[in-house]
């Protein structure tokens, strides 16, 4: 079924290496949007002038996908105090000590999941960092949330990138629902697996393939 929208096959992961990047994505759908002449779509890209119209008909083509299931979210955590990382000494298991949501952040997140609910998106599971502004958006947006080690933060922690990124990559690639399954984590986290960058409250929609692949469809923003 052709959804209009081009989708980006994440087969290099199986070589542990994501190529997939933002301005590769906005480039497969601009060429769509503009019928497939790259040099109209840069123009707009540049110039910030892509009709609203055709960004939000491409918003509409993912939910779409997303209310027949089988798709697997992966979600940036909502705003957050400022700041990069953790404060030093921060603990785990004690919010007090680490960067958190704001207001805002807390606002965003149950905006997320008013409009999952509205736009009728079966969910099967959702899980999370065991990190709190991760927890938090999650059970802001979906109610519940089971802690995964996996979507851990990787700022700051190089070392473990590969082998969460490989269990990452699995646990996406195998999933078949019915439903959708829903990944909140840490924006290092999620490019580091899908190659995909996200803005705080993002989130990034992809197709399991099966053997450590995925098709990246696309990425939404919920305005704050």
């Known amino acids: 079924m052709n959804f209009g929208l081009e989708r980006i096959s994440h087969d290099t992961v199986i070589l542990g290496t994501p190529v997939v990047a933002p301005t590769l994505m906005l480039y497969t759908l601009g060429m769509t949007l ?21 960004l939000a008909n491409a918003d509409e083509k993912i939910w779409d996908l997303l209310r027949q299931g ?17 404060p030093p000494e921060f603990k785990l298991d004690d919010c007090a000590t680490q960067r958190n949501l704001n207001d805002q952040g807390r606002a965003q997140a149950r905006k997320m999941g008013a409009a999952f609910r509205e736009k009728g998106v079966p969910i099967a599971a959702v899980i999370s960092s065991p990190w709190c502004r991760c927890l938090e958006t999650a059970r802001l947006a979906f109610g519940e949330a089971e802690s995964w080690s996996a979507l851990s933060n990787l700022y700051g922690r190089p070392q473990n990138e590969a082998h969460q990124s490989r269990a990452m990559r699995g ?10 399954l829903v990944l909140v984590s840490h924006g290092v986290t999620i490019r ?12 990034v929609v992809l197709t399991p393939r099966g053997s450590g692949r995925f098709d990246v469809v696309g990425t939404i923003t919920v305005d704050r």
Not at 34 to 54: D, S
Not at 171 to 180: E, Q
Request: no cysteine; glycine share 16%; aromatic share 12%.
């Open 192 to 203: 580091a697996a899908t190659g995909t960058y996200l803005g705080m409250g993002e989130f």
């Open 70 to 86: 089988g798709q697997v979210v992966a979600i940036r955590h909502t705003q957050t105090t400022s700041g990069f990382g953790d």
């Open 171 to 180: 646990r996406i690639s195998g999933f078949s629902g019915p439903g959708n």
């Open 34 to 54: 503009t019928n497939r002449n790259p040099l109209p779509f840069f123009v707009l890209l540049l110039a910030g002038l892509l009709p609203p119209w055709q």
